[in-house]
């Protein structure tokens, strides 16, 4: 016959049971609450402390830990870790002044091999030359300390961000013209208002695109069925981490900046004879007399030799404004796609590439039904004024 329990039973209101089978069950909770709330609760339900021992594959005195810390402070409570116990190590605002300036500077000119510092690397140079520096305590400075301290003065000497310097001496010019078109255009978006056709000054009607390739999207599917959130407990979806890879398509497309219409192709590649598809495409929307303007970069499918060859079928159709070398910026529809890649294509999942096409279209389709003017509005006052 067993022994009688001598332990207190855990008392759980209802709101508590509640949230501890929450917790239980929750996919994204520490595994550590994860386990406690699951002991709890067991116990609550009449487990005995070996047998949880067993269920738990630990031992008894971990369950004991558990269940004395709910009697004594709470369940809910007892969940959280307990704060770190022990003397504080103290850093000097010296020390740490020094250890930021050390930051800062390459490893490689102190004599590493590495380029960029890792906390671990830091810490080593810290514990060797702290000391010898007038700050002793740092003698044995560990790499969360170094982690924490670096995370204090908002650095990451481990991390690099690019930027790319101008390398286009003509930068100032070729922007003054992109600005100019976009000044051009939001005279012709007025005319439009009052009721006038998109004509020039001389009488020419007008249609201005912003033109370019978004490339590399990938066709990416699913190895299992996404989980629904469920409310109350898993308030997002949840996704198998695997998997497919069904290839990549190229999206081909025309920004029309008076009615917001998108101009589209969805090919395998974007070579001259995709970018030429496009531009047969955007011919046929337009009547005859229509003269259209295209900003659009200087990728080698716009100045090719078959790009010029269709041209002169097309005399005096088309009119190209490239944006200067690194300026893909000052192309609106670059603001297009990235509008495009946090709706339909965020956490896309399709069986096949057809089928990404046929929902890509079908998006652009809705657009069109209901299109969107993007305006640029960035320097475009200053451009105006001078």
Request: contains cysteine; positive net charge.
């Amino acid at each position: 016959m067993g022994r009688t329990p001598i332990r207190a039973k855990l008392v759980l209101d209802a709101e508590a049971r509640s949230k501890l089978e929450i917790i239980a069950k929750s996919r994204t909770e520490g595994q550590a609450r994860i386990e406690r709330a699951k002991v709890l609760l067991a116990y609550y339900a009449g487990e005995r402390v070996t047998a949880l021992a067993e269920a738990f594959q630990t031992n008894r005195p971990k369950i004991e830990r558990i269940l004395n810390r709910a009697l004594e402070m709470g369940a809910l409570a007892s969940l959280e870790d307990r704060p770190g116990r022990g003397r504080k190590p103290e850093i000097t605002a010296e020390a740490r002044a020094w250890l930021i300036a050390v930051a800062c500077t390459k490893p490689v000119d102190l004599g590493y091999p590495e380029e960029l510092w890792a906390t671990r690397t830091l810490a080593l140079h810290a514990r060797k030359h702290g000391p010898e520096a007038g700050h002793p305590c740092l003698a044995k400075l560990g790499r969360g300390t170094v982690s924490k301290l670096l995370t204090g003065a908002e650095l990451r000497p481990h991390k690099i961000e690019y930027y790319l310097e101008r390398r286009d001496p003509e930068f100032d010019t070729k922007m003054a013209q992109i600005l100019m078109v976009y000044r051009e255009v939001q005279v012709l978006q007025e005319k439009l208002q009052s009721g006038d056709k998109a004509e020039t000054d001389e009488g020419q009607l007008m249609a201005v695109l912003s033109l370019d390739e978004k490339p590399g999207i990938q066709a990416i599917g699913k190895v299992a069925s996404d989980l629904p959130p469920v409310p109350g407990r898993h308030p997002s979806n949840g996704r198998d981490y695997e998997y497919k890879r069904h290839g990549t398509l190229s999206l081909l497309a025309g920004l029309d900046l008076l009615t917001g219409k998108v101009h589209a192709c969805i090919e395998e590649r974007h070579r001259s004879l995709e970018f030429t598809k496009l531009l047969e495409k955007i011919h046929q929307a337009y009547s005859p007399e229509t003269r259209i303007l295209i900003v659009l970069d200087n990728h080698s499918a716009h100045i090719s030799k078959e790009t010029q060859a269709y041209l002169k079928t097309r005399p005096n159709r088309f009119e190209f404004v490239f944006t200067p070398k690194h300026g893909s910026w000052l192309n609106l529809v670059e603001v297009f796609f990235a509008k495009m890649t946090k709706t339909i294509l965020r956490g896309i999942r399709v069986a096949s590439k057809a089928e990404l096409k046929a929902r890509i279209m079908r998006y652009l389709q809705d657009l069109n039904a209901d299109p969107v003017v993007f305006r640029w509005r960035y320097k475009l006052e200053e451009e105006s004024v001078s």
